[in-house]
């Protein structure tokens, strides 16, 4: 009988948006990225990942290299192969629910929590972001705190993370300036709906109606967006 040969995956680097990163693949997808630093380290990563051993090779394949590309740009890529495999269901859900977060815009903790149907895992959604293996094209940069403070970043640090939200259009330092004057959300008047601060219907202009928290736009006549999802439209009836 002949002897079953145990499966290689494949690594390589890839200029990521702030710097070259590392990008592992096996059959299912791609297992693991991390920020160029410690080539062993990273083999060691990627192989306790999958179990299976993995090799340096030249380039990441055109198509795959192009997806990521698209990605990274904020293009949504549903083609993209992502190898989730040993994670638990919770950190998978969190996962692909922080991948729905638009190019340009974040959320905070409690709305992954909320979203994924655990509103009170808000401590395991962060501790599921921190070990993700597939930072930036799994974009846990676009997850800052409740208050809009940038907070931790496990690619790097807040610094890496404030970086990657500049490359995206959002300016750190103003979401801060917002926490600051305890300003959660801002009001789309056209449409009487409140925002997060970087949702589209907002960004970029200067909006009059600001909030302190959902009670007090709701006091002022505003609803919840419906593309953002501030709140959980149905607790208020909307």
Known sequence: MQRSVAAVDAWAEFDGPIGTLYVAWGPAGITTVERADDAAGFELDAMLRTGRPVSRVPRLPDDLADLITRQLAGE????LPLDFGGLTAFADATLR?????????VRPYSWVAREIGRPRAVRAVGTALGNNPLPFV???????????RVGEYGAGGPAAKRTMLLSEGVDPDALEALADDGIRYLGDEAASTFCYPTCR????????????GA?????????????????????FGF
């Open 76 to 79: 949504w890529q549903p083609g």
């Open 138 to 148: 799994i974009p846990c940069h676009r997850v800052v705190r409740a208050d809009g």
């Open 215 to 235: 009670e007090d736009a709701l006091d002022a006549g505003y609803g919840p967006c419906p593309d953002c999802r501030p709140v959980e439209s149905a607790v």
């Open 201 to 212: 219907h907002v960004r970029g202009t200067d909006p009059q109606a600001r909030f302190r």
């Open 97 to 105: 629910k922080t991948m729905e977060i638009p190019w340009g815009e």
